[in-house]
Nanobody, 114 residues
Framework: QVQLVESGGGLVQPGGSLRLSCVAS????????MGWYRQSAGNPREFIAS???????IYVNSVKGRFTVSRDNAKNTVYLQMNSLKPEDTAVYYC????????WGQGTQVTVSS
């Protein structure tokens, strides 16, 4: 199993952008799918995006057109570019291996507020 470490969260105003990174302790080249989940206060974790080893991406409807997930296998890193952020995007964002959900990062806090 790999260890995952997220970074890039912070406080941003509505309409702003953030880029999250998830660095793995080992190679992710053999991991078919990598994904991002988020959890806001009082709610369960929800899937928001994934990227396959061949570059196929999937998004939840609420982030389509605003978020872009990508991966760089050479750097063992998965990214989540978040644009046009809204207050309802406020959450802790987690990187995870899919589909088994066996490896999770510690999460990074994203707060969208004016």
């Amino acid at each position: 199993q790999v260890q995952l470490v997220e970074s890039g969260g912070g406080l941003v105003q509505p309409g702003g952008s953030l880029r999250l990174s998830c660095v793995a302790s080992g190679s992710i080249a053999s991991i078919n799918n990598m994904g991002w989940y988020r959890q806001s206060a009082g709610n369960p974790r929800e899937f928001i995006a994934s990227v396959s080893s061949s570059g196929i991406t999937i998004y939840v409807n609420s982030v389509k057109g605003r978020f872009t997930v990508s991966r760089d296998n050479a750097k063992n890193t998965v990214y989540l570019q978040m644009n046009s952020l809204k207050p309802e995007d406020t959450a802790v964002y987690y990187c995870v291996t899919l589909p088994d959900l066996s490896c999770w990062g510690q999460g990074t806090q994203v707060t969208v507020s004016s």
